[in-house]
DNA sequence: CTCAATCCCACGAAAACCCATTGTGTCCCG
DNA sequence: CGGGACACAATGGGTTTTCGTGGGATTGAG
């Protein structure tokens, strides 16, 4: 498999009272691309306290990925059982949410705070997704790349300056 | 992986008031010759205080390499983390920026920044990707061949007598 | 009726676009 | 061999469009 349009580059956009928050539009260019649909899909990151999101067009292809290794170790009762918890992982537990005409999502209380993220969201490209960070927690990581975090501090004083 | 095209010479151009700078033409003839794409990714450089710079293709090329070199070690968590940190460097610590049909690209501040670019920023060609620097820091590393300042100092002096 | 999600409009800043000028190298034709 | 005519690159400036964001209005479900 190999996507022909990754997710690159960093923004840092406000929450504002109502939950709302802007989807980047270099983001939102990516997901447009890989497919008409004008949603994502949200989940909680596995590694990260952060969430990690993707097009729906990558979901599909997600799945189909896993059915195919489940096909490869379908004896053993064990892959089947790691089939099925991931398998709930990668539908249950996310959210799919459109944006609106100005780039806009609503968004979902229980991935607002799955994610911990406050009144400012931090995204990061990651190639075949992206993830949404709380720019504190990204700072205080410490499994982030310090270049990465310059970053945000950046990316936090671009706006404070303001 | 090979890649035909590869990028080579120098030259000096000016970054005006509004933070755009244009790409030599003969480098933007390799991007478009490599791919269809009028853009760069632009990411600061491991090494030296300057920015690295490629094209979307050379990305995508990057990130497959990437992807290949975890589904051979994916039982490993150290290597799931490593996958994951390099996945952050490669894809949010990178901007794509796009040039306009003069071949201008806007210099996103961050990258200004990182690489210290400040009114004046040197193009060289070093095959598969190139390099942006303040001509200033260039002639100042102890790293640098002699012979390659002398290029800098020729295209400073140029730039100067006119 | 109330609360919240959706839609619609509005604004300021920034980015993308368009056009105009200059300089340089190249090609062709006298 | 010389001298335009020409094409294209680099740069400056102005104008239009987009983006992120705030604030109502409208709808719809409980």
Redesign the interface.
Known sequence: M?L?H?????ALNAVDAKGRVSIPA?LRGVIERRGDARTIVLAKHE??PCLSAYDPAYAALKHAKLERLLEKEETSPDAQLEYQQRNLMAFAATEEVPYDSSGRILFPPMMRRKGQIGDLALF????ETF?IWNPELLLKDA???E??K??AR??LE?RGAS
């Open positions: 190999a022909e990754l997710f690159q580059g960093s270099f590694a990260f990061l490209g990651t190639g993830q499994r982030i790349p270049d990465l310059d970053i950046f990316r671009e």
